[in-house]
């Protein structure tokens, strides 16, 4: 399960990851990522990782196709990469 949070902070987004970025919710992350991004005049995204537990392969790669279109990934178990 992965339960996603968008906080609009004056057109800066946070988006708060709980769970796990993986199976079918791969896919729920990239709508909301999509909806974030819609408006790329006034927006940054920030992907707040603190709380995701695990990352399978296809959530490796949505995680790196937004930070190649512009989002800032935060969380302890990114330091030595994408878990």
Not at 54 to 72: K, P, T, Y
């Amino acid at each position: 399960m992965l339960r996603i949070v968008i906080q609009d902070q004056n057109r800066h987004h946070v988006l708060k990851l709980v769970g796990n970025v993986a199976g079918r919710w791969v896919e729920e992350l990239r709508r909301a990522w999509e909806q974030c991004t819609s408006n790329w005049l006034a927006v940054t995204v920030t992907v707040d990782c603190s709380r995701v537990a695990a990352v399978d392969s296809a959530g490796r790669e949505i995680l790196r196709q937004m930070v190649r279109q512009g989002a800032l990934l935060r969380g302890p178990n990114l330091k030595d990469g994408l878990w």
